[in-house]
């Protein structure tokens, strides 16, 4: 059984100063590497097959295979494990002839059509990419993203085809490149291919071993996950739980004291017409609020215990909105993102899906009509940033695709709210129709989500429990708690006699906000484990 792990690819050309090639690949092998190609571009023959005669002693010293890049006159003068070949190159049946029975035979690709060819045509492994944007070799495909290989990968159920990603993968982007790059049912890669990681490394014995550790987690993480999800389903209804609606409330009073007690920061670059709403409806939750956009700053801010809240209804601040995900990811901070009027323009979804492709959402939150314009749903049609028509004919349904889809919490907001991680969803049926008569109360749901999340990534503090996650805390709970916060609030603000319409509305919301107590939670949350 090959083990496509760490997928390591030379490149002679970006050695430091000092350092030689025998060397350094001896270093990555006992660093982690579990595969190597050699690809040599620009070279003579007498040369490539030099290189490969070096790489071949050091790979049957360590037992690990060795694959070739495109020249298969030189896997067959050093015996190598196998060839790997590209789109303009040799096609796998006639490689397959002049190799010996047993070789390997990888193919790069790209799209879907070149991952059913390679099916087709009997490869051993498909090499997916380019997922990010890379130096060391000039592309003749676009990149196609940490979310699109998700789809790749999807042609590839049912069949023995392995999968490795490649392309700009570092120790820095792994973590976000593993968690995304997950089809809708579940399969993950089986490698990742890396190259100036290790190469360009003055250290590549523990730049490999940092990439190994990350993948092994990980993986190890994943299943799992998988296995308690199974568990759980094949249990007889309701033996194994894996939310109720008390421990569901009991969830989001613990979160709740955490932020009065805490006072998280909640970093928020969000639209102009709700800066201030927003930040008081932070400071009334008990959390405290910062509007900072400049990208210079992002980095700083980053590394204060919170949560992030991407908002970019008025689709400004892009830099700074790249670097605030990017930094949150590095330091499994919650990442909060409300795309307002995504289907209004496709500038807006353009710009929605560069983010999301650079950052891992901890919770995505929007009305039908953004929520479908996300998933590229037809059925439900935006104007501006509101929907148009009836809504989705089964949301809960729709929820709990997206959350798989996307590798993240999705919240729907709508007069039913509709939450799910993936697997379970949970049904909202708080709030009052006076919220729809109020500027920006669609936006004040994810800064209270974004505050809810804070305080649940402040009950996690075991380290080795999410070295292998992107976020500490439970999300699920944290957009739950959010959503059940404003919605009660709206109620009891309703309530008041001094409230004679709108006007008077928005400041009671804000009271009742920051009048919220345990009890009025547990007592009026409305909640349904689906």
């Not at 809240?309 to 601040?317: W, Y």
């Amino acid at each position: 059984m090959v083990d496509y792990s760490l997928y390591l690819v030379t490149g002679r050309d970006l050695l430091p100063q000092g350092k030689d090639y025998v060397g350094s690949l001896e270093e990555a092998i006992k660093g982690g590497a579990t595969i190597v190609q050699v690809r040599e571009k620009g070279v003579d023959t007498l040369e490539f097959l030099e290189i490969a005669l070096q790489s071949k002693a050091l790979c049957e010293k360590y037992k690990v295979p060795l694959i070739i890049n495109d020249r298969i006159d030189i896997a067959l003068a050093v015996q190598a494990d196998g060839v790997h070949l590209g789109q303009t190159d040799m096609p796998v049946h006639i490689a397959r002839n002049l190799l010996p029975p047993g070789t390997l035979v990888g193919v790069s690709c790209n799209n879907i059509k070149h991952i059913k060819k390679a099916v087709e045509e009997g490869a051993d492994y498909v090499g997916i990419g380019a997922v990010w944007g890379t130096t060391t070799k000039q592309l003749t495909s676009p990149t196609i993203g940490v979310r699109g290989v998700g789809t790749l990968l999807e042609a590839l159920e049912g069949t023995a085809v392995k999968a490795v990603a490649i392309g700009g993968i570092k120790s820095t982007n792994l973590l976000r490149t593993l968690h995304g790059t997950v089809s809708s049912s579940g399969r993950c890669l089986d490698g990742i291919a890396v190259v100036s990681d290790v190469f360009a490394s003055s250290d590549p014995l523990s730049a490999a071993k940092d990439l190994r550790d990350i993948f092994t987690s990980f993986s190890t993480h994943i299943s799992k996950q998988a296995a308690q999800l199974a568990s759980w389903q094949a249990s007889p209804k309701g033996t194994l739980p894996r939310y109720t609606p008390d421990s569901i409330k009991d969830g989001v009073v613990n979160i709740m004291r955490t932020i009065r007690d805490s006072n998280p920061l909640v970093h928020q670059i969000t639209n102009v017409v709700v800066t201030n709403q927003s930040a008081n409806a932070t400071l009334a939750l008990g959390a405290s609020p910062i509007m900072a956009t400049a990208p210079e700053e992002m980095y700083d801010l980053s590394r204060v215990p919170g949560a992030l809240l991407i908002n970019f209804g008025t689709v400004k601040d892009k830099e700074g909105m790249i670097l605030a995900g990017k930094f949150a990811n590095d330091v499994k901070k919650p990442v909060v993102f409300d795309p307002v009027g995504v289907g209004a323009t496709q500038f807006r979804r353009k710009t929605a899906a560069e983010l999301l492709d650079i950052w891992q959402a901890s919770v995505i939150k929007g009305n039908a009509g953004e929520l479908a314009a996300l998933a590229d749903s037809k059925e439900v049609q935006a104007r501006g940033v509101d929907s148009v028509g009836s809504g989705f004919a089964d949301p809960a349904a729709f929820v709990k695709a997206l959350a798989k889809k996307e590798r993240c919490i999705v919240v729907l907001t709508s007069p039913t709210d509709w939450v799910s991680d993936g697997d379970t969803v949970v049904r909202l049926d708080n709030g009052d129709k006076m919220l729809g008569n109020i500027t920006g109360s669609g936006c004040m749901v994810g800064t209270c989500i974004a505050v809810f999340c804070a305080g649940s990534s402040l009950l996690c503090d075991d380290e080795t429990a999410i070295a292998s996650k992107l976020v500490k805390g439970d999300m699920f709970l944290g957009a739950i708690g959010g959503v059940m916060a404003l919605t009660i609030a709206a109620e009891l603000a309703v309530a008041r006699k001094d409230v004679l319409g709108s006007g008077t509305f928005l400041p009671a919301l804000i009271d009742e906000l920051s009048h919220l107590t345990p009890e009025a939670v547990r007592e009026k949350a409305k909640v349904q484990v689906l």
